[in-house]
């Protein structure tokens, strides 16, 4: 086990990165004409990061694991560097790299909220977990199902504190004593924190939790107020390289869009189908009285012209109905444009729904302008 810190040491202590220095440039990275994206190297993030981009047209070639720098080649001027998470944030903090996509809690952890730090998008929707505390479900800790029972145990004193093991020191120092845990102590490893408590190098742990799996395999159980932190995948920014450097801002804005119009599209199909009418005000009537279907701002509807079988000139019999539905009312959706005498209908899955400006942008300009 790594070195043991005492809580109020550790708050004194700076983290792995000494954020102090953070704000000089390293060597280099303002002379530096590319922009640079930081990419999860290996582990869980990776594949999640790889698989949103190139559904977001943006791929990233990476023919081997070993392979650290790449580019997209939809996006000019961009060098993409593939690094473990919590080098991606401490290279951003120094400079070396502008943006970045990792886990929310290695920015949390790493970044150690320094201001030069802005998550531009929060929710990417793969990677997510939690930070929470386990603790045993055997011996003391039977009864213990919530935060403040575990901070109002008698065993827990300046001489004997509740020890913790964890990768999240910063954090824990940070948000633990807030949860009105007083007497606590901080150690470190790298990974299977669970087998702590039952090897009796720990009371408790706390570590990342997705499935609950690892912790219910070793005995542990969550409590009530447990949770420090929840996190998924984020798009994260140095502020001095958005404002600075030469075109961070537009591949940021360009990749943001992207993101934003894919996200919101994956939820949902477009249906269309072919409904008999007098007319398309009077179709319109049908599908938004009828039904709970009104797209997003409304059905989009439109003639199908057709020959007759007498007579010469087009007729329109038919008007075809475009919605987009979110993917669990797909079925409903079908039945009620049956109810309404709608036929074939077409599904189709969406690439992008790019709407006005993101409000995720606009956030992020007034950010800057802070
Ligand atoms: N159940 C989970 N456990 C750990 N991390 C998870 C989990 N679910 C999602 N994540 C995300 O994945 C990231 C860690 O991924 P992974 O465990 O593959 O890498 P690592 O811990 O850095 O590598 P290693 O485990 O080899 O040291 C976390 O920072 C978090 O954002
Ligand atoms: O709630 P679950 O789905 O069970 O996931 C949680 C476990 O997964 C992670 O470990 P990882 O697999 O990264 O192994 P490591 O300890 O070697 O990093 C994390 O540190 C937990 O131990
Ligand atoms: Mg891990």
């Known amino acids: 086990m790594a070195a043991v810190f005492n809580v109020v040491q550790v708050e004194r202590v700076s983290?792995?990165?000494?954020?102090?220095?953070s704000s000089s440039s390293s060597s280099g990275s303002s002379?530096?004409?590319?922009?640079?994206?930081?990419?999860?190297?290996?582990?869980?993030?990776?594949?999640?990061?790889?698989?949103?981009?190139?559904?977001?047209?943006?791929?990233?070639?990476?023919?081997?694991?070993?392979?650290?720098?790449?580019?997209?080649?939809?996006?000019?001027?961009?060098?993409?560097?593939?690094?473990?998470?919590?080098?991606?944030?401490?290279?951003?903090?120094?400079?070396?790299?502008?943006?970045g996509i990792v886990g929310y809690d290695v920015v949390a952890e790493h970044g150690q909220d320094n201001e030069d730090l802005v998550v531009v998008h929060d929710q990417l929707g793969f990677g997510e977990c939690h930070?929470?505390?386990?603790?045993?479900?055997?011996?003391?800790?039977?009864?213990?199902?919530?935060?403040?029972?575990?901070?109002?145990?008698?065993?827990w004193t300046s001489s004997r504190p509740l020890r913790i093991v964890t990768g999240f020191t910063y954090l824990a120092s940070r948000l633990l004593k807030a949860k009105g845990l007083e007497h606590i102590q901080l150690s470190t490893a790298d990974g299977a924190l669970e087998a702590a408590p039952a090897m009796g190098t720990a009371d408790a742990i706390l570590d990342l939790v997705s499935s609950g799996t690892t912790l219910r395999e070793n005995n542990l159980k969550e409590i009530e107020g447990g949770t420090l932190i929840k996190s998924q995948g984020v798009l994260v920014a140095s502020k001095r390289a958005l404002l600075k450097r030469k075109g961070?801002?537009?591949?940021?804005?360009?990749?943001?869009?992207?993101?934003?119009?894919?996200?919101?599209?994956?939820?949902?199909?477009?249906?269309?189908?072919?409904?008999?009418?007098e007319s398309q005000e009077h179709v319109a009537?049908?599908?938004?009285?009828?039904?709970?279907?009104?797209?997003?701002?409304?059905?989009?509807?439109s003639p199908v012209y057709s020959l007759p079988d007498a007579?010469?000139?087009?007729?329109?019999?038919?008007?075809?109905?475009a919605i987009c539905v979110h993917k669990r009312q797909l079925y409903d959706?079908?039945?009620?444009?049956?109810?309404?005498?709608g036929s074939g209908v077409l599904v189709s899955p969406l690439t992008y729904i790019f709407d006005e400006e993101p409000p995720r942008w606009r956030q992020l300009l007034a950010t800057l302008q802070e």
């Open 131 to 155: 930070l929470g505390l386990g603790i045993p479900k055997y011996g003391i800790f039977e009864n213990v199902s919530s935060v403040s029972d575990l901070a109002a145990m008698p065993q």
């Open 311 to 321: 007579g010469d000139g087009v007729k329109v019999q038919y008007y075809a109905v």
């Open 285 to 301: 009537e049908l599908v938004l009285r009828h039904t709970r279907l009104s797209g997003l701002q409304g059905p989009t509807i």
């Open 31 to 99: 002379s530096r004409t590319t922009v640079r994206l930081g990419l999860p190297s290996k582990g869980r993030m990776a594949e999640g990061t790889l698989n949103l981009l190139k559904d977001c047209h943006l791929s990233v070639c990476k023919p081997n694991p070993r392979q650290y720098v790449a580019d997209i080649t939809e996006l000019q001027n961009l060098e993409v560097w593939f690094q473990r998470e919590s080098d991606v944030v401490r290279k951003m903090l120094a400079g070396d790299i502008d943006l």
């Open 15 to 21: 983290g792995p990165w000494d954020v102090s220095s």
């Open 333 to 341: 959706a079908v039945n009620e444009l049956r109810k309404i005498c």
């Open 248 to 277: 961070a801002l537009d591949v940021t804005r360009e990749m943001l869009e992207r993101l934003e119009a894919h996200l919101r599209a994956k939820s949902q199909f477009l249906l269309t189908g072919n409904m008999r009418g």
